[in-house]
């Protein structure tokens, strides 16, 4: 995960979910885009955050977004872009 748990509170991580999501529907849309897949890493990164923030509460984590994460997830590793970062 990107940051520790506790560190920030569930509104702004939910807000990068959104956003990433919104850049990986673009990335899919842009042809010239869509070789890389840095924005599905950059969802895969905010939805670990947020469920991280989720379990360090110990809410419950809604199982549509541990889902979503373990399809982002498996679509990355089927088509690997060598990015050493995430």
């Known amino acids: 995960m990107g940051r520790p748990a506790g560190s920030i ?3 702004p991580l939910w807000d990068e979910v959104v956003r990433a ?3 990986v529907a673009q990335e899919r849309q842009d042809p010239q885009r869509r070789s890389g897949q840095e924005a599905r890493h950059v969802l895969i990164a905010a939805l670990e955050d947020y469920l991280g923030e989720i379990a360090s509460r110990r809410y419950p984590a809604p199982y549509a977004l541990v889902n979503e994460l373990h399809l982002q997830r498996v679509v ?3 088509y690997p872009t060598g990015l050493d970062t995430f």
Do not use: P, Y
Request: charged share 35%; net charge positive; hydrophobic share 35%.
């Open 21 to 23: 999501r919104t850049d």
């Open 76 to 78: 990355c590793a089927r």
């Open 9 to 11: 509170g569930l509104a």
